[in-house]
């Protein structure tokens, strides 16, 4: 819900009908809004099959472990939708955020068309058919869908330039979905307390294990039973390596992590 003063409305309605608009296989549909008083709460449409941190972090018998494909689908499902936002919608509403971003500055961490990535925000849809290997992913939590002050969702998604200046920009969403990315290649969150000191934040732990070969088997998700590509988990580990580059234009753009990601897919797994 989104708590604003009053002259922020038309810019807000301006803003959310713009956004109605948007339509791409992989973006969750904005339906409309509720407003009571300065109370403002956004309506998508309903993801029956709920989040990727349900699928990958639910646990007891009900929930099956993801296989490498359904990763690697669900990844290129998200990093689709997130070139499509970046292409086209941070060029089509750059004029309309500009006084917003100004008018509730002390508010926004949502600015010039990026947000911060995380695993709550890529939603699973399934088919009618063939539920197992045929999930779709759609990204949410856009523009004003993150209107408000930083949360726990964020930690460990956020990129370093975020955390230095306040600042996000295009790229910075390339980072959060690195992030993402680890989390499909380990099955852990992003951020745990209750892990081994050094191991609390995922990137900090893992990124230095992803350029060795040896070393990156022992972090691959077991729960995958050793059932994926080596040669793909390779390229998967150096596009993660990428995306998390601590300088901003050294990250690929979202696009070209679509285009890799496809062709990791492409690679049969051995069994």
Not at 108 to 125: N, P
Not at 221 to 233: L, T, V
């Amino acid at each position: 819900m989104i708590f604003l003063k009053p002259s922020g409305y038309v810019l807000i309605y301006s803003e959310v009908n713009f956004l109605g608009r948007i339509s791409h296989p992989n973006v969750v549909k904005l339906l409309g809004y509720c407003r009571e008083d300065r109370d403002l709460l956004l309506v998508y449409e309903f993801m029956k099959k709920g989040s990727l941190k349900n699928h990958l972090y639910g646990r007891g018998s009900a929930v099956q472990p993801l296989s490498w494909n359904l990763r690697l689908k669900i990844a290129i499902g998200a990093a689709q939708g997130l070139a499509f936002y970046t292409v086209h919608m941070t060029t089509s509403f750059t004029e309309i955020l500009r006084p917003l971003i100004y008018l509730l500055r002390p508010l926004i961490y949502c600015s010039m068309g990026s947000c911060i990535i995380c695993c709550s925000t890529i939603y699973i849809e399934p088919f009618p058919m063939d539920i197992l290997f045929n999930y779709n992913a759609k990204i949410s939590d856009f523009g004003l869908a993150k209107l408000g002050p930083p949360g726990r969702g964020s930690q460990g998604y956020a990129a370093p330039e975020y955390l230095a200046t306040g600042h996000l920009y295009v790229q910075s969403d390339v980072y959060g979905f690195g992030v993402v990315l680890l989390e499909l290649m380990m099955g852990l969150r992003a951020l745990d307390p209750k892990r081994p000191g050094p191991q609390v934040n995922l990137v900090g732990w893992a990124k230095p294990l992803l350029p060795n070969r040896m070393k990156l088997k022992t972090i691959m998700d077991a729960r995958m039973e050793g059932k994926y590509s080596s040669k793909g988990a390779i390229m998967l580990a150096q596009l993660i390596l990428r995306c998390l580059e601590e300088e901003p234009r050294k990250r690929p753009a979202m696009k070209e992590v679509a285009d890799i990601l496809e062709q990791i897919y492409a690679i049969k797994v051995k069994t």
